[in-house]
């Protein structure tokens, strides 16, 4: 067995790919029932509390990655890029 393909890892890419499609019903189904997690509000105790604590995140758009930097238009630092302040 490779690691991309260890039970783990395929579990991870999958709860991941569910919660980046925004498929919570999905993603939920990789959380166990009794699941215990420590939020800044305070700790969550089962998969009630979790997906109503982790629902609203699922909602917030992404936004499509940046373009790469055009590798053709060559970047010079300026005589500012190394001022003294």
């Known amino acids: 067995m490779t690691e991309t393909t260890s039970p783990a890892l395929r579990t991870a890419l999958a709860y991941y790919h569910a919660w980046t499609g925004h498929d919570l019903d999905k993603a939920m189904s990789y959380i166990a029932p009794d699941i215990v997690c420590d939020v800044p509000a305070g700790r969550l105790e089962g998969a009630g509390a979790y997906r109503a ?30 001022e003294d302040f």
């Open 53 to 82: 604590f982790i629902g609203p995140f699922v909602q917030i758009p992404i936004p499509p990655s940046p373009p790469p930097p055009n590798p053709t238009i060559p970047t010079r630092p300026t005589s500012r890029d190394h």
